[in-house]
């Protein structure tokens, strides 16, 4: 059974969400319950990806949906981003569209 923890830390206009584990079918719609009801008003959305261990398309999907409304009202940036997490997003072609912060 795959498990994620998600962390939110909200600072005025910024949003915070640490991933821990797993993003995956199972996963990805309680981080996407959590996405869609915390946006509203924030300016820029970070995904601290630190203990992230795997993502899978569902997981991507999340992300590009979080990367869309957030380019209506501000930016998304992901923190701390793993190789393995890293190459996904290479081999996906999400690398372009996502703003990485070493």
């Given at each position: ?15 915070l ?76 072609g ?9």
């Open positions: 059974m795959s498990n994620l923890n998600i962390k939110k830390e909200k600072n005025d206009a910024e949003l969400i640490s991933l821990e584990g797993r993003l995956d079918t199972n996963t990805s719609p309680s981080l996407e319950e959590v996405v869609d009801s915390s946006l509203d008003g924030i300016e820029k959305l970070i995904f601290d990806m630190e203990k992230l261990e795997y993502i899978s398309s569902a997981g991507l999907r999340v992300l590009l949906s979080a990367l869309q409304t957030m380019e209506d009202q501000g930016e998304m940036v992901l923190r701390n981003v793993g190789q393995e997490i890293m190459d996904v997003f290479e081999i996906t999400f690398i372009d569209d996502l703003t990485i912060e070493e």
